[in-house]
């Protein structure tokens, strides 16, 4: 199993628990989290306060915590859209890309994602973690 496939699997829980945050900011008062605060939970064992009120702190929050973005890359890998270039960086922006997708209608006629087909996606990204890394042990010959 790959450390990514259990923060994957962790944030699956977490959602299904407190709740997914759709709104403003990276979580609410009543414990509900922004897909990328509930992966940045599932590492940490926290949610910071600036979650609630501060949208460029908890950016950066996110950003500098490597396991978190490991996750969120692969969130964002197996999902049916493509990331969105970060305008700043020309890189592409996998936490724009994972709230974005979580919180839009794919087309016109549809809604956004509901939680369960979200922590759906979750736990596919968490197979797909284990399955680019669970290699058997090699011995030498």
Same mark, same amino acid.
Request: a negative charge.
């Given at each position: 199993?790959?450390s #990514? =496939? +259990? &923060?994957?699997?962790? #944030?699956?829980?977490?959602?299904?628990?407190?709740?997914?945050? #759709?709104? +403003?900011?990276?979580? +609410?008062?009543?414990?509900r %989290?922004?897909?990328?605060?509930? /992966?940045?939970? $599932? &590492?940490?064992?926290?949610?910071?306060n600036?979650?609630? #009120? @501060?949208? @460029?702190?908890?950016?950066?929050? /996110?950003?500098?915590?490597? *396991?978190?973005?490991?996750?969120?890359?692969?969130?964002? $890998?197996?999902?049916?859209?493509?990331?969105?270039?970060? *305008?700043?960086?020309? %890189? @592409?922006?996998?936490?724009?890309?994972?709230?974005?997708?979580?919180?839009?209608? +794919?087309?016109?006629?549809q809604?956004? *994602?509901?939680?369960?087909?979200v922590? =759906?996606?979750?736990?596919?990204?968490?197979?797909?973690?284990?399955? /680019?890394?669970?290699?058997?042990h090699?011995?030498?010959?």
């Amino acid at each position: 199993m790959s450390s #990514t =496939g +259990t &923060v994957l699997r962790t #944030t699956a829980h977490i959602l299904n628990y407190y709740g997914l945050h #759709t709104g +403003t900011q990276f979580a +609410t008062v009543d414990g509900r %989290l922004d897909i990328t605060a509930a /992966i940045f939970r $599932a &590492v940490t064992g926290r949610t910071p306060n600036c979650f609630l #009120t @501060d949208e @460029d702190h908890s950016l950066l929050q /996110i950003r500098m915590c490597e *396991p978190a973005m490991d996750a969120i890359r692969m969130l964002s $890998a197996v999902l049916p859209t493509q990331p969105p270039t970060d *305008p700043d960086t020309g %890189l @592409d922006d996998h936490i724009e890309h994972v709230t974005h997708w979580a919180t839009t209608p +794919t087309w016109p006629d549809q809604n956004a *994602p509901t939680t369960s087909e979200v922590i =759906g996606a979750i736990l596919r990204a968490a197979q797909a973690a284990d399955a /680019i890394t669970d290699f058997p042990h090699q011995t030498a010959a």
